[in-house]
Nanobody
Framework: QVQLVESGGGLVQAGGSLRLSCAAA????????MGWVRQAPGKAREFVAA????????DYSDSVKGRFTISRDNAKNTVYLQMNNLKPEDTAVYSC????????????????????WGQGTQVTVSS
């Protein structure tokens, strides 16, 4: 099991940017596919972005494509989510997730595929 701790959330105006970080402990994330999921009040969890274990392939939800970028630094055991041109509808708790991966290039785009989760960080976008 890998422990995940998110940071970087906060309050930002519409059109602004935030960079979320997800630091892993307990195990190296080199053999894990990683992802970000968000949950707004009263709504179901929503897949946001995912990256394969090597960092060579990514996937995004249509709602964030072109605005958000997921990346990873395996040497630092950390995954990032750069969020630009934020909108009020991006307001949610953002959680980092990990899934053991045997294959390079495989991206976990389904929430049910993830086994380890962080506590989440709040992102609030004001209009």
């Amino acid at each position: 099991q890998v422990q995940l701790v998110e940071s970087g959330g906060g309050l930002v105006q519409a059109g602004g940017s935030l960079r979320l970080s997800c630091a892993a402990a307990g195990r190296t994330v080199r053999s894990y596919g990683m992802g970000w999921v968000r949950q707004a009040p009263g709504k179901a969890r929503e897949f946001v972005a995912a990256i394969d274990r090597s960092g060579s392939r990514t996937d995004y939800s249509d709602s964030v494509k072109g605005r958000f970028t997921i990346s990873r630094d395996n040497a630092k055991n950390t995954v990032y989510l750069q969020m630009n041109n934020l909108k009020p509808e991006d307001t949610a708790v953002y959680s980092c997730a990990a899934a053991p991966s045997a294959y390079y290039g495989y991206v976990f785009s389904k929430i049910v595929e993830y086994s380890d989760w962080g506590q989440g960080t709040q992102v609030t976008v004001s209009s």
